[in-house]
């Protein structure tokens, strides 16, 4: 039944994580598995090429991308307002909006957008906090201020259990239990969790637990710091203690195809500071077939081949994000994997793929592909 007939308001749920902790994975199986919901996503991206929308596109009708820069610096309070007027009105039938934040965006503005908008159609529903269990430990260690965004989530989905051992999922469970006493926690692999858990409003904390949860002292207090006297206006527009600050994004938009080899020489052999890799890649001939999205995070590297979408340009198209990369020397080092004219006029060499298929998944992915249970 639609809210906009039975008075209910909409759900605005943040879903947010660092980087590569598998978000946009979690929506996508949201979004296949919506049992015939309504879901509108405000994709925000931190990058000049949008790769989270282009992978959410043609999974849901109400698309909005904010582009370049996390969501609480790219947009005021009034601005959010808009966008989710937009997508709460009545003839849009919306039964659940929500937010997939940068991986570097700060949770505390984001919820705090949301708690003072006058959007009578719009009510918080919600942080979900994405963790990637294997990179768990080196996350804490490079962000401590991730301690703070597990205080105050809702609910935590520990993703990618798959990677860890049993003794180590526990443990991690463990931490994440004295960090964030309040929120419920789930693990997940592939970002598999019950839609139910967002669309059921018997699953969200009642309105007296949720102040107690998350209160408007909470979101002032950061670090110790309380600002709620006089600095209150001078913070409001104080943007360096956020992640972002210490983090660079290269886009990189190229219409030749790669070379496997070198595409891979330039993978295997990237920067500790070069932390996340995200895109799609186009071969050419050496298979003319498929796009690779590929999926970097630390020294974990993974493609995913899938067919050209009909009617899709090919190109390749990736986003890197690190701290203190140099950016110019990356994107020329990418330069120098695009093939040459003489090149593509050249037979491929079939070995050539066999470095990329070394991180093709080999398990069979025909669940994730087969849609809507």
């Known amino acids: 039944m639609n809210p906009s007939t039975t008075g209910r308001q909409i759900p605005v749920v943040v879903l947010t994580g660092f980087l590569g902790s598998g978000k946009t994975t979690l ?3 949201l979004l296949r598995r919506r049992a015939g919901n309504r879901i509108a996503v405000v994709v925000n991206d931190f990058g000049a090429v949008e790769i989270d929308a ?7 009708g109400s698309t909005v991308s904010l582009g370049n820069g996390c969501l609480c610096c790219a947009v005021d309070a009034s601005e959010l307002d808009g966008y989710l007027e937009r997508l709460s009105r009545p003839a849009a039938r919306i039964d659940l909006i929500v937010i997939e934040a940068s991986g570097l965006a700060e949770p505390q503005e984001l919820v705090r957008m949301i708690l ?3 959007n009578p159609r719009t009510v918080y529903g919600g942080l979900v906090q994405v963790v990637d269990a294997a990179e768990f430990d080196a996350t804490r260690d490079r962000h401590p201020e ?3 965004h597990l205080a105050i989530a809702d609910l935590v989905v520990l993703n990618k259990t798959d990677r860890v051992t049993p003794a180590q999922h526990e443990r991690v469970l463990g931490v994440i239990g004295t960090l964030g006493p309040g929120a419920a926690v789930v693990s997940a692999s592939y970002g598999r969790i019950d839609p139910g858990l967002l669309f059921d409003p018997a699953a969200r904390p009642a309105e007296d637990e949720k102040i107690r949860q998350l209160s ?3 979101l002032r207090t950061d670090e110790g710091e309380d600002h709620t006297g006089e600095d209150a206006g001078e913070y409001a527009g104080e943007h360096t203690h956020h992640p972002h600050t210490g983090y660079e994004s290269v886009s990189y938009d190229e219409p030749a195809a790669m070379d496997p080899r070198r595409l891979m020489a330039f993978l ?3 920067p500790e500071g070069l932390y996340r890799v995200k895109g799609f890649v186009d071969f050419g001939a050496a298979d003319p077939g498929n796009r690779y999205a590929v999926h ?10 899938e067919p050209w979408p009909r009617g899709t340009e090919r190109r390749t198209q990736l986003v890197l994000i690190g701290s203190g990369i140099d950016s110019d020397a990356l994107a020329k080092e990418l330069t120098v994997c695009a093939v040459t004219g003489t090149e593509a006029a050249t037979a491929p060499d079939e070995s050539a793929m066999w470095g990329v298929l070394r991180y093709v998944r080999s398990e069979p992915a025909a669940e994730e592909a087969a849609g809507p249970a």
């Open 116 to 118: 003072t908008g006058d």
């Open 54 to 60: 282009m992978t959410v596109a043609g999974q849901v």
């Open 216 to 218: 408007f002292e909470d």
């Open 146 to 148: 991730t301690d703070r």
């Open 27 to 29: 929506l996508n199986h």
């Open 296 to 305: 970097a995070v630390g020294r974990f590297l993974r493609f995913y081949p």
């Open 268 to 270: 295997d052999s990237r």
